[in-house]
């Protein structure tokens, strides 16, 4: 299928790189793609960034079948650009979408979209250490239609936006609130994909943990609210006794790229990782007795966020005393080397976007 390109005469003036934060500023285009039943995905095309026109009677507006992904352009220190495991974020928008009864979309060309894109906005991509280009592909249902189906429509789009740290901490260790009162996933549901209404799920929990001076959540499991599942914008590690733990994939957590990616490099450093249920008693047992070392956050728009304290029913832990542990700084430079280009990077982890 042919992507056209359409320009922009109005181009916006550019952020300084010390000026970003996270997703206020978006580029000059986006890329369109759309779906009805007798087309298919069709019309796949580049244009100038622009709102979306819809009827107030749009499925999407009302029942929240919308699904996305977050993945990010580096620049290199020598001034390519280049993505970072690409082919899993279209891969797991592809699982969303048949979770949310979404048409599937070819994942090749959905890449060849983006890279046309980001070689069409080169300019956006900023260029400080700890900033990059954040990409936010998205598919909507489309119906303008009141009943409670699946639409028979979708509008597939994707927006870019340069960046800096997500937390205003930057990468210093943030504070985390487990809630007993509120769950963001539950058995069967649809914790496992990106879908809008698992953040929208996570709205309330998260405003009363401001409110109390906490950055996030973390979730206790919907059943039992015993076992940590993840924080919501990133999946979650623990350092015990030199061991690297994270909650196993159980249906109700996202399988975050970034969290594979630790793994894995975990794994190659001989470190042992195990990824199995942990309970919070378990956790705060092993603070107790002096053996949780580290706590850390991982996801593509966190990258590699170190937790300093957590506090659960009346009871506060601090750990690494407001500082960030060593195994996290490790994690944040072996990975932040791969994806600016320092180091080689594993086999298929880096997609060059040539001119
Ligand atoms: C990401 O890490 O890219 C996310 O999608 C998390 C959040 C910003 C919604």
């Not at 995905?41 to 009677?57: C, D, G, L, V």
């Not at 994690?331 to 060059?352: C, N, R, S």
């Amino acid at each position: 299928m042919n992507i056209t390109i359409t320009k922009t005469d109005q181009l916006k003036p550019h952020p300084k790189d010390t000026a970003l934060g996270f997703g206020t500023v978006f580029t000059d285009h986006m890329f369109n793609m759309d779906y009805d039943p007798k087309n298919g995905w069709h019309n796949p095309r580049i244009e100038p960034y622009q709102p979306i026109i819809m009827a107030p009677s749009t499925m999407v507006l009302h029942y929240g079948q919308a699904i996305f992904e977050g993945l990010k352009a580096f620049r290199t220190e020598d001034n390519q650009i280049q993505l970072f495991r690409p082919q899993e974020n279209f891969k797991r928008l592809n699982l969303s979408a048949r979770t949310m009864c979404i048409p599937e979309f070819d994942e090749e060309l959905a890449l060849e979209g983006l890279k046309k894109l980001i070689r069409l906005e080169k300019d956006w991509v900023p260029k400080t250490l700890g900033t990059s280009l954040y990409i936010r592909p998205t598919i909507v249902a489309m119906d303008p239609f009141l009943g409670v189906r699946a639409s028979y429509t979708y509008r597939f789009f994707i927006i870019l936006s340069p960046v800096g740290a997500y937390y205003p901490e930057g990468f210093n260790p943030v504070k985390i609130w487990v809630t007993k009162d509120h769950v963001r996933a539950v058995r069967g549901g649809v914790g496992f994909v990106k879908t809008a209404g698992n953040y929208a799920a996570s709205l309330f929990a998260g405003e009363e943990a401001h409110k109390n001076g906490y950055t996030q959540v973390l979730w206790l499991d919907g059943v039992e609210l015993k076992y940590i599942e993840e924080v919501g914008s990133m999946n979650i590690f623990f350092v015990i006794n030199n061991e690297l733990i994270t909650p196993a994939l159980n249906g109700s957590i996202l399988s975050g790229i970034t969290r594979d990616s630790v793994i894995s490099m975990a794994k190659k450093q001989n470190m042992k990782v195990t990824e199995r249920k942990i309970s919070i008693d378990e956790l705060f047992d092993a603070h107790a007795e002096g053996k949780l070392q580290e706590a850390f956050g991982s996801g593509t728009a966190a990258v590699i966020s170190p937790v300093g304290i957590i506090k659960y029913n009346d009871r506060v832990i601090n750990i690494g005393e407001g500082n960030v542990g060593p195994i996290a700084k490790r994690f944040f430079k072996d990975l932040t080397d791969i994806q600016y280009g320092k180091v080689e990077a594993p086999k298929g982890w880096i997609e060059k976007i040539t001119d």
